[in-house]
């Protein structure tokens, strides 16, 4: 088993910044991906973000390229969302997953993670 504990999030306005956190125990042994995805309301879970543990590549949806970075620190087994120049169709639930074992599939859907953080709400004002 493995427990995500995430912190950050909050209120911003258009442009600004946020950072999320998420941290993870039990079983970091096993990980094997970690990302982040986001939930509007009415909307379907996206993809956000992705950091591969083994070659440390990561992947971004186009939406959020060169505004969001993902990074990790492995001796934390935390990995951290960077978002800038938010947007207010950023607004949702942003939630961190964790893929354990062999990883099967590229890491761009919800069905490949493991586990499941409990949710941070991001509300950016325009």
């Known amino acids: 088993q493995v427990q995500l504990e995430e912190s950050g999030g909050g209120l911003v306005q258009a442009g600004g910044s946020l950072r999320l956190s998420c941290a993870a125990s039990?079983?970091?042994?096993?990980?094997?991906?970690m990302g982040w995805f986001r939930q509007a309301p009415g909307k379907e879970r996206e993809f956000v973000a992705h950091f591969i543990w083994i070659n440390e590549r990561t992947g971004y949806a186009d939406s959020v390229k060169d505004r969001f970075i993902i990074s990790r620190d492995n001796a934390k087994n935390t990995v951290y969302l960077q978002m800038t120049n938010l947007k207010p169709d950023d607004t949702a639930v942003y939630y961190c997953?964790?893929?354990?074992?062999?990883?099967?599939?590229?890491?761009?859907?919800?069905?490949?993670?493991?586990?499941w953080g409990q949710g941070s709400q991001v509300t950016v004002s325009s």
């Open positions: 997953a964790a893929g354990v074992g062999i990883r099967v599939g590229p890491g761009y859907a919800p069905w490949e993670y493991n586990y």
């Open positions: 039990g079983r970091t042994s096993q990980l094997n991906i």
